[in-house]
C-alpha cells in the first residue's frame, strides 16, 4: 500500500522542505494542496514552478496527487468560496479546477481531487444540484481531453456528503473521468455503512484515498488512535479491490508539529497494514 501525506499538513513549511521531511520519513507520495503558500495556480510562471516541483519530486522519488482545497484561495474573506454552486463567482472554481488539471498532467499525478462545496443559502437545493452537474460536466471533458483522472470527494456539510450522492452525480454526469475520492474518517464521520463496505461500493470509481481517524458525527480530522476508525479492516478491503493509489493522511489543522505527527502517522498506519 503506498502510504502518502498532505501537504495541506504542512503548512508551515516552505514545499520544497516539505517534500524533504516527507519522503525523508519513508512515504511514498504527497497529497499536494494547490495554493498561495506552496503552488500558487494563479502566480506567475505557474508552468516553470510546477517543472521545479516535478524536478523535486523526482528527485525524492514521491508521487502525487493534487488537491483543491485550499482555504481562501479564491476569496480573501470566505473560505472554500466561491464554489460550483454559486450564482456569481462559480467561474473562478471552474478556472481553479482547470489549472489544478492542468497542473496535474503536467506532474503526471494520480488524479486531482474535488469536492462540491456547501449550498449558499440564496440557491435552491434544485438549482445548486443541476450546477453542480452541469460544472461537473465541464471539468470532466477537461481532464477527460487531457488524460487527467478526477477525484470527487464527498464531504460532510457540503451539498455532497455521501457515497450515494457521488454515485447519483456520476451517473448523471456520465463521464469516466469522474472519478470518486474517499476520506477513510469521513466513513465513520456520516455513512450508514461500514468503511470496508463503503471501500466495495465505491470502487469501480476509487481513484483516491484520503485517511485519518475520526468519530460518528463529528467532522473533526483527528491523529490515528484517537477516534474510531478500525483500520486494519480498511487495509483490508483496499487490498482485496486491488486498490494501487496513495493512501494519503488528511490532517489540516496539525502543521505547527507537522514532522512529528507525520512521523507518528507513518509508524502507525504501518503497524494497521500488518
Not at 2 to 26: C, E
Not at 111 to 131: H, I, K, M, N, Y
Not at 169 to 187: C, K, P, Y
Not at 261 to 268: H, L, W
Amino acid at each position: 500500500m503506498r502510504l502518502g501525506y498532505g501537504t495541506n499538513g504542512f503548512a508551515n513549511h516552505r514545499l520544497a522542505d516539505a517534500l524533504a521531511v516527507i519522503a525523508d520519513l519513508g512515504y511514498d507520495g504527497v497529497a499536494l494542496t494547490v495554493d498561495h503558500n506552496h503552488l500558487d495556480p494563479f502566480g506567475s510562471g505557474l508552468r516553470e514552478r510546477t517543472a521545479e516541483v516535478g524536478r523535486l519530486l523526482e528527485r525524492y522519488g514521491l508521487s502525487v496527487v493534487i488537491e483543491t482545497g485550499g482555504r481562501y484561495v479564491l476569496d480573501p474573506f470566505r473560505k472554500h468560496e466561491p464554489t460550483l454552486l454559486h450564482t456569481d463567482g462559480a467561474e473562478l472554481r471552474v478556472d481553479l479546477l482547470q489549472r489544478a488539471i492542468q497542473i496535474s498532467a503536467d506532474l503526471g499525478a494520480d488524479a486531482v481531487s474535488f469536492w462540491s462545496g456547501t449550498l449558499p443559502p440564496d440557491v435552491e437545493p434544485t438549482v445548486g444540484w443541476q450546477r453542480l452537474v452541469a460544472g461537473c460536466a465541464k471539468i470532466a471533458s477537461y481532464a477527460a481531453d487531457r488524460g487527467v483522472r478526477l477525484g470527487f470527494e464527498p464531504e460532510p456539510g457540503m451539498l455532497v456528503d455521501d457515497l450515494a450522492g457521488y454515485l447519483k452525480l456520476q451517473a448523471e454526469v456520465g463521464s469516466d473521468a469522474l472519478g470518486l475520492t474517499l476520506d477513510i474518517g469521513h466513513l465513520v464521520c456520516n455513512e450508514p455503512q461500514s468503511p470496508p463496505d463503503c471501500i466495495r461500493t465505491g470502487a469501480p470509481y476509487l481513484v483516491n484515498v484520503q485517511i485519518d481517524d475520526m468519530r460518528p458525527g463529528v467532522h473533526e480530522h483527528l491523529e490515528f488512535g484517537t477516534g474510531e476508525v478500525d483500520f486494519p479492516p480498511v487495509f483490508e478491503a483496499l487490498r482485496e479491490i486491488g486498490y494501487t493509489g496513495l493512501v494519503a493522511v488528511e490532517l489540516p489543522r496539525h502543521s505547527h508539529a507537522a514532522p512529528a505527527v507525520a512521523r507518528d502517522s507513518i509508524d502507525f498506519l504501518r503497524k494497521a497494514q500488518q
